[in-house]
């Protein structure tokens, strides 16, 4: 058993690490594993794979790296998670702009490359240097006039964008847009800026409406589902329509099996057919309990950066899954964006570990916070007379 009066790495993290917010990390990891189970081995057989577990195993395997960096960078300090941060954001802008290069194509984009026989999405792995870059970015401005941290904000999400947008991937481009712009809101700007950053995200919206084939179709078939091809979506509806309340029971459900990603984007929906809504409340509420609890832990610090970089974080967090489950219910037109830590994918499951793992490192009590002390023996007060 681990000892309050030790001094060692472990004890130090043991002690001061949130211990719920990784319970809970751990429960949706396990909790992918479990849906992957459910809704993959149908995928698997419509695509001709041999293996009906292709899917499971695979994603029980990529849990492995996942929890490792999970609790692995949850040992390193603010300090060393802003190294961490900008090394990261320095190769994730190269394997960017290779990815252009020489990634293959699928769907009209490219955002896959190989790495040592892997495929890797790097942009899923650009978000969390993001958020962290931008926290301190935005944090030393305000404690050092001199260094113009907006503007080098404002430069950051200008070549991230770019990258994004060349890929093209419009849903990770929105969420760091959104991330960013949250962050310079809590960072105190003005409401000019608020004004003009409204107004310049809705001529982006506009022009990508107007200029981009892709999002046109999307938005017109979420607008008006006569417009064109709604299967995916429908065929999301229908399985919760067919699941209830209570759900059809683990492996019942049946549009899984004519759902195209029914394991990756639109698992929430498996969800929904085989365990009901009951189940689906419950996750959206643990998504929900690492978010409010994360802004929580946000909302005490007094460091600048570990505040604004640690909502940079929990924020990504809320809003993918939100998007997710959203464009599964049909209140957003789809993203391709996957649920974190419930969709398969090994680039997004250990990418997002990567992120909580910096949350949970900047969240621990510090130091100055918490203080491990030996205990004091006490001996009597000689008697007087």
């Given at each position: 058993?681990v ?6 790495p472990?004890a130090d ?5 949130d211990?719920?917010l990784l ?13 992957s189970?459910?809704?993959?081995p ?5 695509i ?12 029980a395997?990529?849990?492995i790296?996942?929890?490792?960096t ?6 390193l300090?603010p300090?060393?998670i802003?190294?961490m941060?900008?090394?990261g954001f ?7 702009i290779?990815?252009l ?26 978000k969390?240097?993001?958020?962290v ?5 935005l944090?030393e401005?305000?404690k050092?006039?001199d260094?113009?941290?907006?503007s ?14 060349a ?5 990770q481009?929105?969420?760091i847009?959104?991330?960013w ?6 960072s ?13 995200g ?5 022009s990508?409406?107007?200029?981009v084939p ?5 938005i ?9 091809d ?31 990603d029914s ?5 929430f929906a498996?969800l ?6 009951i189940l ?7 998504f929900?309990?690492v978010v ?9 610090e ?12 929990i ?6 899954s ?16 996957t649920?974190?830590?419930i969709?398969?994918g ?7 570990a990567?992120?909580?793992?910096m ?10 916070q ?6 004091i ?9």
């Amino acid at each position: 058993m681990v000892s309050r009066a030790e001094r060692n790495p472990v004890a130090d993290w043991w002690f001061t690490v949130d211990k719920l917010l990784l319970i809970a990390f751990l429960a949706l990891i396990f909790g992918g594993i479990v849906l992957s189970l459910a809704a993959s081995p149908a995928v698997a057989e419509r695509i001709g794979i041999a293996d009906s577990y292709y899917f499971v195993k695979r994603q029980a395997i990529f849990a492995i790296p996942g929890v490792i960096t999970l609790i692995g960078v949850s040992f390193l300090s603010p300090k060393q998670i802003r190294r961490m941060a900008l090394v990261g954001f320095v190769v994730c802008v190269g394997l960017l702009i290779l990815t252009l290069l020489v990634g293959p194509e699928v769907k009209g984009s490219r955002r896959w490359i190989t790495i040592l026989g892997m495929s890797v999405q790097p942009s899923e792995f650009m978000k969390p240097m993001f958020a962290v870059l931008v926290g301190f970015l935005l944090a030393e401005g305000q404690k050092r006039p001199d260094l113009p941290g907006r503007s080098f904000s404002m430069l950051l999400l200008g070549i991230v964008a770019a990258l994004f947008v060349a890929q093209p991937d419009f849903g990770q481009t929105m969420l760091i847009c959104l991330t960013w712009a949250g962050l310079f809101f809590i960072s105190g700007m003005s409401w000019m800026w608020i004004l003009a950053f409204a107004g310049a995200g809705a001529g982006g919206i506009l022009s990508a409406y107007a200029l981009v084939p892709h999002v046109r179709s999307r938005i017109e078939r979420f607008m008006n589902p006569e417009a064109g091809d709604t299967f995916q979506v429908q065929t999301a509806q229908e399985a919760f329509i067919n699941g209830g309340w209570w759900g059809q029971g683990p492996g019942e459900g049946t549009f899984k099996r004519i759902l195209p990603d029914s394991h990756t984007d639109f698992v929430f929906a498996v969800l929904g057919e085989e365990f009901g809504l009951i189940l689906c409340m419950f996750l959206a509420l643990v998504f929900a309990f690492v978010v409010l609890r994360g802004m929580s832990h946000a909302l005490k610090e007094n460091d600048g950066y570990v505040r604004l970089a640690a909502t940079g974080l929990i924020m990504q967090f809320g809003l993918q899954s939100c998007i997710n489950m959203a464009v599964n219910l049909h209140l957003m037109p789809a993203k391709g964006m996957t649920l974190p830590f419930i969709s398969y994918g090994g680039s997004s499951l250990v990418a997002v570990a990567l992120s909580m793992g910096m949350l949970l490192a900047l969240t621990r009590k510090r130091p100055d916070q918490t203080r491990f002390v030996a205990p004091i023996e006490f001996s009597p007060l000689p008697s007087r007379g």
